[in-house]
């Protein structure tokens, strides 16, 4: 499966980004979804993730309520709607992807496959 993120750059605090996340080689219901984010400095991090039907998403505490993690199967598409954003958003956010059961999702090693990144600032 390769994977291409996008949508990432620069918002001011309180503003609104969408990521995408475009899967190709595979058959994309197959797999769960995941977002994972970055700062200078930092370990990569959990973000939220989706299960191959959609029915469950996860999120780490501090987007809950203000990130939206989305799939669209037929499109072979994944998506990260960002609203209220603060400066501690800014990151470089991947998507990932992985087979295998479901659960364990904030666990970055149990993901197979993973996008190059997009930069996300959020100024203050």
């Known amino acids: 499966v390769q994977l291409q993120a996008s949508g990432g750059g620069l918002v001011q605090a309180g503003g609104s980004l969408r990521l995408s996340c475009a899967a190709s080689?595979?058959?994309?219901?197959?797999?769960?979804n995941g977002w994972f984010r970055q700062a200078p400095g930092k370990e990569r991090e959990f973000v939220a993730a989706?299960?191959?039907?959609?029915?469950?998403?996860r999120y780490t505490d501090s987007v809950k309520g203000r990130f939206a993690i989305s799939r669209d199967n037929a499109k072979n598409m994944g998506y990260l709607q960002m609203n209220s954003l603060n400066p501690e958003d800014t990151a470089v956010y991947f998507c990932?992807?992985?087979?295998?059961?479901?659960?364990?999702?904030?666990?970055?090693?149990?993901?197979?496959?993973w996008g190059q990144g997009t930069q996300v600032t959020v100024s203050s």
């Open positions: 989706i299960s191959r039907s959609g029915g469950i998403t």
């Open positions: 990932a992807t992985r087979a295998g059961f479901e659960g364990h999702y904030s666990d970055p090693i149990r993901y197979d496959y």
């Open positions: 080689g595979r058959t994309f219901d197959g797999y769960i």
